[in-house]
């Protein structure tokens, strides 16, 4: 079944070696040389719960004219840009804070005179844009920024999280017919009047050489810090004498996801307190941190609740993060109760409700509500745009009408790759008061600072989710959240004298079990206590008065400021107040913290270098974000090097065009229409990744891969397609696009999938219905336009698998999809000794044909064998039958070509319960052998034991993916044990039906492949 990979031929080895003359496949080398930044280092040192960083910047100029490099970068939206350090030709330039466009004037004044000159600039509150000019053939300069902001705390874990790549955001509205303000690949329109500046190139993956990143963390002994984890990249640590703790990334990491890292505080080390920070130059002022941690043992009581549930279901979201995310949806509509009332929509640039939902209106928690919420969920894939603000809209009308005696809540899950933040913050500003919005953010480069925004206009959360692995654990913590906070109305009071409308948040949000809240202010006079009151969900009153110590903590007062100025910002957004944009530079500058109405310029003045002010603009490209770079291209983000394969795409030369003012730019966001999706409509069969209006995969043979199949295949070694290179799709997990089924003899496409694994949609006739996704890599191939459709059935890295039982790759176990399914419809389970030469409409024909199951199946195999397949041909049909039970026949034939049958079937009944299973081993010989019968056989056992008594379809999709999780491990476990089974493996196919029950449960790993066949009338 598996084949050893080919070699290639010796042009396309000549291709790839070094010195062939062709840049190969994502390269970014040209004639001029490589791109400017060559590194970047971001240091840091985190004290209790505050965080001190350097970020370090490094430019080369390896052309031969002079340069003006622009880089579009990533910084962790809470944190405030204090300092601006710009070092070239031996000397170092302090910056200088200004309002920004007096700051824009006096750097182009600086390029047009020759001087070398660079410029920091904020465009959203995690998006920056960094210009150096007038750098000089060969030289290096360095910028380096200093920032600090506070880390979360949740559940006794901090989290430090730094954004390291800006990924690409979906741009609505009508272009502008004006030149760009940025030299980005979006342009600029009514909605996003500065889309060109937040939207910059995108590398292809493989890119031979990368920024170099150093990053490191210093934790301080105090608090206790134990059990670091890091979700995405790969650590050191170590513990110095004094009990400091340090982690450092591995080199060789790459620019394309957030470094994200947590760590236990011990015991009840953060409590509340009070740090009061006395101001070094006005006397009588000062800035203080007030840390509030609700005490264990506090009871929250439930009220009936009002639950809009919104699903960004856009191409962004493709791949494991549109499985996570109908994961956690499922998990939160298993919450509810029947006291409770919700609302579901999902939406692209349409807006899609449960059959008879509405996406205006609430239903009761039902178990038939719930359970059509959960199935509508679960059908859903990625497609289409990210048009958020109607849904929205439509989410929070539906909480308008609710009595107060009941709790409202918005629970947004989404990526947040959007640009038009200010509008859709502006549009809902008056339509949420009152309603606690909880956003849950799923991706490795997530748009933290907008989902933070709206969490914060909705007193609610934000929680974000970097891997399938992290899951559990976030949905968890949702979960209480959904429920009554264990304190709410806080209030301060006390002997501190508050200065009016400087605390931040302003609006103080409730408390969660497990939740630290630091709220910043400015007082004046002495520093005492403050007085903490808040109303418990049980009615009784709580208060607290920390005392105040004071410390010399220029970061409380920086932290104070920034958040100061974003409330101010956002407050911009939706009035465009002329005062508050004074209030807003005013602010930034005495304090010294960087914002959207202020820039940091620094300029060295000492000497001439480039009469004339002509410089050579490079924009830099950045790493294509892990997990979804054909949406990147889908939503206009040029890439990078895509010119062709083997060829170098030409660098963006276009200088930054000179920016509206930032005041302009809010205006026009605010006024711009809102494009309205189309109406709400029932669920239905949804297009798959690869057609117009979905996010497809992206995985390209780069020279470096076909370097590592060729030595593969003189080793005589099986790969799978992660071995070989990174994709892009299919992810870890085994999640990504699947694969389109499979041409009829007419040349049309007629197969589709059914649920979340959904495929193009047959044509009107059809009646089969491929259900398994193909974990292959000449599908991979197909689907990412490398191959084409007519290439596929000849090609020589057929049947190479990427993801099979024995594969780490199959990661915490394959989607379970839940088919409906009525008397009268078949299913065929069956080994590609099948499925590779019997076409689908042959297979329909044959099996509405034969009325007996096992007749069936003994007839198919034939079918199989007499069109000349040459492997073994097994497969399972089940027939569901008029009293809801399952007929079953089976057959696996060793065939005409093979020495033995390594695929193993098996029907196996318990309870009300039949489970089918098919397996295809490899390995060869006894290994093959082995692992096909401890699929099927172990997989039986387990099922056995964990589906009787399960009522819920989640649960007992959880029951199958463990299932075969373990099973997987079991595998690996005797391949590594024994060398005689050290290449063994197995594809599994099964489905599993429940007597009276109209729902059949398939999951597959590997190329077995399981059909549907509906009953015609």
């Not at 490589?34 to 965080?51: C, H, I, K, M, S």
Request: hydrophobic fraction near 40%; aromatic fraction near 4%.
């Amino acid at each position: 079944m598996t084949n050893a990979l080919p070699c290639l031929t010796d042009d396309e080895v000549r291709c790839a070696a070094p010195g062939s003359g062709e840049s190969g496949f994502g390269s970014m080398s040209t004639s001029r040389g490589n791109l400017p930044l060559a590194a970047l280092e971001v240091r840091g040192r985190v004290t209790g719960l505050l965080v001190r960083n350097a970020v370090t910047q490094t430019f080369v100029n390896s052309h031969d004219e002079p340069l003006e490099a622009t880089y579009v970068f990533p910084l962790p939206d809470r944190f405030a840009v204090t300092r601006f350090r710009f070092e070239v030709a031996g000397r170092v330039i302090e910056g200088q804070l200004k309002e920004r466009e007096q700051a824009r004037q006096e750097y182009a004044e600086a390029i047009q005179a020759g001087h070398r000159a660079a410029i920091a600039e904020e465009d959203r509150p995690d998006v920056f844009t960094m210009r150096v000019g007038n750098l000089m053939p060969g030289e290096t300069a360095t910028v380096r920024l200093d920032l600090s902001g506070p880390i979360a705390f949740h559940d006794g874990e901090a989290t430090f999280r730094f954004p390291l790549v800006v990924a690409p955001r979906y741009i609505p509205g009508a272009a502008l017919e004006r030149s760009q303000v940025g030299t980005g690949t979006a342009p600029d329109t009514d909605a996003v009047p500065d889309a060109s500046r937040i939207t910059p190139a995108v590398l292809l993956p493989g890119y031979p050489n990368p920024v170099r990143l150093a990053l490191s963390l210093e934790i301080d002994p105090q608090p206790p810090a134990t059990d670091f984890r890091c979700s995405l990249h790969a650590v050191l640590e170590s513990t110095n004498a004094h009990g400091t703790h340090r982690v450092a990334l591995h080199p060789g990491e790459r620019l394309d996801r957030d470094f994200v890292l947590r760590w236990k505080v011990g015991g009840a080390a953060v409590t509340a307190s009070l740090i009061c920070t006395p101001d070094q130059k006005a006397a009588g002022e000062g800035t203080f941190a007030l840390t509030l941690v609700p005490p264990a043992g506090l009871a929250a009581r439930q009220r009936p609740r009002d639950v809009a549930f919104v699903l960004d279901r856009s191409g962004s979201m493709g791949g494991w993060k549109m499985v996570a995310a109908r994961r956690a949806m499922a998990r939160m509509v298993e919450t509810l109760t029947p006291r409770d009332r919700f609302a579901a929509l999902a939406f692209d640039d349409r807006i899609d409700v449960p059959p008879g939902f509405e996406s205006r209106n609430l239903v009761e928690a039902t178990d038939r509500n719930r359970y059509l919420a959960d199935q509508f969920f679960a059908t859903l894939d990625a497609r289409g745009g990210t048009e958020m603000a109607v849904p929205l809209e439509h989410a929070a009308e539906a909480l308008r009408e609710t009595s107060s005696e009941r709790e409202r809540i918005l629970v947004l899950v989404t990526d947040g790759q959007i640009g038009n933040e200010d509008q859709i913050l502006n549009h809902l500003s008056t339509r949420i008061r009152g309603a606690r919005v909880f956003a849950l953010g799923i991706d490795q480069a997530v748009n933290a600072g907008f989902l933070n925004r709206l969490a914060g206009l909705g007193r609610g959360a934000c929680e974000l989710i970097e891997s399938e692995a992290r899951l559990d654990e976030v949905t968890d913590r949702v979960h209480r959240h959904l429920g009554m906070p264990v304190l709410m109305d806080v209030k301060l009071g006390g002997d501190l004298n508050i200065v009016r409308d400087t605390v931040t948040p302003a609006r103080l949000p409730d408390l969660f079990a497990g939740s630290a809240l630091t709220v910043f202010g400015r007082y004046r006079g002495t520093p005492g206590s403050i007085s903490v009151k808040a109303g418990g969900s049980d009615g009784e009153p709580w208060h607290a008065s920390p005392p105040a110590a004071v410390a010399e903590a220029p970061a409380v007062e920086h932290a104070w400021a920034r958040g100061r100025v974003r409330a101010l910002e956002d407050q911009f957004a939706i009035t465009s107040d002329a005062k508050l944009a004074k209030q807003i530079v005013e602010t930034s500058l005495r304090f010294g913290v960087l914002c959207r109405f202020t820039a940091f310029v620094a300029v060295d003045r000492t000497e001439v270098v480039n009469a004339g002010g002509e410089v050579h603009a490079v924009a830099q490209p950045v790493e294509a974000p892990a997990g979804w770079v054909e949406s990147a291209v889908r939503w206009g983000a040029r890439i990078a090097g895509a010119a062709s394969f083997g060829a170098a795409a030409p660098q963006s030369l276009c200088a930054p065009a000179p920016c509206a003012p930032p005041a302009a730019d809010m205006a026009k966001r605010r006024s711009a229409p809102i494009r309205k999706a189309l109406p709400a409509k029932p669920a239905a069969a949804q297009p798959a990744p690869g057609r117009p209006g979905a996010a497809g995969a992206q995985t390209k043979l780069t020279p470096e891969v076909i370097e590592r199949l060729r030595q593969a295949s003189a080793r005589g070694q099986k790969m799978t397609l992660p071995d070989i290179s990174r994709p892009v799709a299919p992810t870890p997990a085994g999640l990504g696009a699947p694969p389109r089924g499979p041409e009829s003899k007419s040349g049309q496409e007629s197969a589709s999938r059914i649920g979340s694994q959904a495929a193009p949609e047959p044509a009107a006739k059809a009646e089969i219905a491929q259900l398994s996704t193909d974990h292959d890599l000449i599908q991979a191939l197909v689907e990412s336009k490398t191959i084409t459709r007519e290439e596929l059935k000849d090609h020589r890295v057929k049947n190479v698998l990427w993801k099979y039982l024995g594969s780490n790759e199959v990661g915490e176990g394959p989607e379970v999809l839940v088919v409906p399914g009525g008397a009268g419809d078949r299913f065929v389970l069956c080994t590609d000794g099948v499925s590779g030469v019997v076409p689908d409409q042959d297979l329909l024909a044959y099996a509405r044909a034969a009325t007996d199951p096992q007749a069936c199946a003994d007839g198919l195999a034939q079918v199989a064998l007499d069109n000349g397949s040459r492997d073994n041909a097994s497969c399972v049909i089940a027939v569901v039958e008029a009293d809801g039970t399952l007929a079953t026949g089976s057959c696996s034939h060793q065939g005409n070509y093979r020495e033995n049958n390594e695929d193993a079937v098996a029907v196996v009944r318990f309870g009300d319960w039949t489970v089918c299973l098919v397996a295809d081993g490899m390995g060869g010989l006894a290994a093959g052998e082995v692992a096909s019968r401890t699929a099927v056989e172990s997989l039986g056992k387990l099922l056995a034991a964990s589906l009787p008594g399960l009522v819920s379809a989640n649960g007992i999709k959880a029951a199958i993916r463990d299932a075969i999780v373990r099973v997987n491990e079991e595998i690996m476990a005797m391949s590594a044990a024994d060398p005689n089974l050290a290449n063994m493996g197995s594809t599994i196919v099964l489905c599993a039906w429940r007597t009276g029950v109209p729902m059949m449960f398939v999951a597959n790993v590997g190329d077995s492949r399981a059909y549907h066949i509906k009953r015609t009338t």
